[in-house]
């Protein structure tokens, strides 16, 4: 019987395809070995590239370039391998060599588009850490010349996409969104911006962020003191909080991310000292005496706790110039989760829960009726309903913007003809509609 002899080269080719990396480095190693200068040697840099060892694939490839200088996988593959390592020009210079060796090369056009990245992505972090080792004796002493150019730098930057989960795309856009760049020197805070991106504080600013850039805000209703630095990094000029419940000297805020109440690490007292362009007043609107209007009133998930509706909306409209905004997201009580309790979504739904048992599948409404005067949702919720709201609003301001967010699809696969006829057994003129609409975003202007 004759035993099959196993090809090593064939064999890592396979595991190379199957992107079983270590299997092809074990196989390759002894080819390496008996010849550094062979094919073997590209194909054990690359699964050592793979396995996350740069330093190890450089000098194998070296090896064969040294033997076979015009071979283009390697130079692509040394390119990559510089890249992985930092080394940006030393990558560029591999990837040109690739493309004159095989213009039409299908891989180089990305790879330098890559490295171009990458060498934009180590200039931003270099000139973060200027601005965030200098921004304390700035803020003291005045911005020196070498901070001022890092933050024109900074500011003729694009921030990704993620700039509201990143901390450093978080303050490219903090730089790129400023008007002038001296104030926002002043009021520039690494730990704040870092928290807003762990806390998702900059989600909101961002989706309103034409009406609050380069512009003053007035956050009606905004809890804890945390929102500030968001709406600074999406652009803001000028940021004043009001809250009647914030504790100026706590640190803790909930932490939306994670739905968690965490240590933000800093008070809102300590925010509105250190930062001159963010004001925090543990005030309402109605008790609030201001000499100054504001640009935009922005009110995020307030309205649906407004006992006095009406009598807010109307107060506002005093501290509206003839060009303000209004900008305010509202939670329909109506929905599914407008109850503000858990579950706050489908998945987190456990029907054994006595607790989940009272409100789920819109259960909140028909229990308004047996519920004590001092339960959450009759002393926090106004229960308001969507075209009320849209009356009461309209009675003050010109609306240019009303939309309807629905629910998840999750959701409303929950809403069945049973559900609904339960619900209007409490409410019998209730809609479909209000009960599938999970919140409205309305921009309006005081009537003149």
């Known amino acids: ?10 064999a ?5 395809a199957d992107k079983n990396w270590t299997e092809a480095r074990r196989l390759l190693a002894p080819l390496v070995a008996e010849n550094p200068r062979g094919a073997a040697a590209v194909l054990l840099a690359r699964s050592e590239l793979e396995l996350g060892r740069p330093e190890v694939a450089a000098p194998l490839v070296a090896a064969f370039k040294a033997w076979r200088p015009r071979h283009v996988g390697a130079r692509v593959l040394g390119a990559r391998i510089h890249l992985a390592s930092g080394s940006f020009d030393e990558a560029e210079s591999e990837a040109r060599a690739a493309l004159e060796l095989e213009p039409d090369h299908p891989a180089v056009p990305r790879l330098l588009e890559r490295i171009a990245a990458g060498r934009a992505a180590a200039e931003s972090e270099r000139l973060v850490r200027l601005v965030d080792a200098q921004h304390v004796r700035a803020r003291r002493e005045g911005p020196t010349r070498e901070l001022l150019a890092a933050a024109r730098t900074l500011q003729r930057m694009r921030p990704g996409p993620d700039w509201t989960r990143d901390r450093l795309q978080a303050t490219i856009a903090y730089f790129h ?22 806390f998702d504080y900059i989600a909101w600013p961002r989706r309103i962020q034409q009406y609050v850039r380069g512009r003053s805000v007035l956050d009606v209703g905004c809890g ?96 509206c110039r003839r060009d303000s905004v209004v900008v305010f997201h509202h939670h329909n009580y109506y929905c599914w989760n407008g109850h503000h309790l858990a579950p706050n979504q489908p998945a987190q739904l456990d029907e054994s829960d006595p607790r989940h048992q009272q409100v789920y599948d819109w ?3 028909d229990l308004v009726p047996d519920l004590p005067e001092d339960h959450y949702i009759r002393t926090n919720l106004n229960r308001v309903r969507l075209d009320e709201l849209r009356e009461v609003t ?13 629910s998840s699809p999750e959701t409303l696969e929950r809403l069945t003809p049973q559900v609904l006829d339960r619900v209007r057994g409490t409410v019998p003129d209730i809609t479909e509609r209000e009960l599938s609409v999970n919140a409205v975003l309305a921009v309006a202007r005081p009537k003149r």
């Open 363 to 365: 259960r909140h409404i």
């Open 12 to 16: 890592a080719k396979a595991a190379i």
């Open 1 to 10: 019987m004759t035993e099959t002899t196993v090809d090593p080269m064939a």
């Open 224 to 319: 804890f003191g945390g929102y500030g630095m968001g709406f600074l990094i999406a652009g803001t000029k000028s940021y004043t909080g009001l809250d009647p419940a914030m504790e100026l000297d706590s640190s803790r805020a909930k932490n939306k991310r994670v739905r968690k109440w965490e240590d933000m690490g800093v008070t809102p007292r300590q925010i509105a000292e250190a930062l001159p362009a963010i004001r925090l007043l543990q005030s309402s609107s109605e008790d609030t005496t201001f000499e100054e209007t504001f640009d935009t009133i922005a009110l995020h998930n307030v309205t649906e706790h407004l006992m006095s509706l009406d009598e807010v909306l109307r107060g506002l409209t005093r501290l």
């Open 177 to 198: 969104h400023a008007s002038d760049l001296r104030a926002a020197l002043r009021n520039y805070d690494p730990h704040l911006i870092d928290i807003s991106t762990r």
């Open 394 to 406: 309209e009675r003050y301001y010109e609306i240019e913007r009303w939309d309807e967010v629905p």
